[in-house]
């Protein structure tokens, strides 16, 4: 039997990968280059926030998956994630991120990320662009199919201004039912 080569599974892998530190790219696979647009030596060394459509939403993030890190280990989300550079650079996409941290106790000190582009190349354009962070936030939460008593739980906001946010995303997506919402946030 051969021996396995996993650093070439994980530069091979089917899904976006990457070794963190710090909040920090130590490591990154074809799928993620591919995906943000960057060659790995472009994004190697970066933080993640290069990676956010802002520096306030990688923070925002970054603060809300700590407790959650903390207590089982991984954390995943859909989120709007925004192309580094290449023919599409500044552009948004939904992304599904899921993550392991190798530390309970620190859980920003060290991971191992996975990235899937849930657009498949189809980018969030026009009044989707428009969304404010808070949007986005809900829109993500919107898409795992939590009421909005459970959003208001996990963003820390009461169900009422979740109604509020959601009543928004269905207008700028001309979305008339949740389902429909879903779909579109999908599709880009």
């Known amino acids: 039997m051969h021996e396995i080569d996993y650093r070439l599974a994980f530069q091979h892998a089917p899904v976006g990968m ?4 710090n909040r920090t790219i130590v490591a ?3 799928e993620v280059c ?3 647009g960057a060659p790995a030596q472009a994004l190697v060394g970066q933080s993640f926030s290069v990676l956010y459509p802002s520096v306030a939403e990688f923070e925002r993030i970054g603060k809300r998956m700590e407790p959650i890190l903390n207590a089982s280990g991984h954390y995943a989300d859909n989120r709007m994630m925004k192309r580094v550079a290449g023919p599409h650079a500044g552009e948004s996409f939904w992304c599904h991120v899921t993550g392991r941290a ?11 990320w996975t990235f899937e582009d849930l657009g498949a190349r189809r980018t969030a354009t026009g009044k989707k662009d428009q969304l404010t962070p808070r949007e986005r936030e809900v829109a993500a939460q ?4 939590l ?5 208001g739980k996990a963003l820390a906001i009461s ?3 979740v109604e509020i946010h959601r009543a928004r995303l269905m207008r700028k997506y001309a979305a008339a039912t949740t389902a429909e919402l879903v779909q ?3 599709a880009g």
Do not use: D, Y
């Not at 190798?102 to 191992?112: C, D, F, M, T, V």
């Not at 919107?142 to 199919?145: D, I, K, L, S």
């Not at 009421?147 to 959003?151: A, V």
């Open 147 to 151: 009421t909005s008593k459970e959003i």
């Open 34 to 36: 591919e995906m943000f």
């Open 159 to 161: 169900h009422r201004t």
């Open 28 to 30: 990154c696979n074809e």
């Open 18 to 21: 990457v070794v963190s530190r």
């Open 184 to 186: 579109k946030l999908i």
């Open 102 to 112: 190798l530390n309970r106790a620190a859980p920003h000190e060290a991971g191992i």
């Open 142 to 145: 919107v898409m795992r199919g």
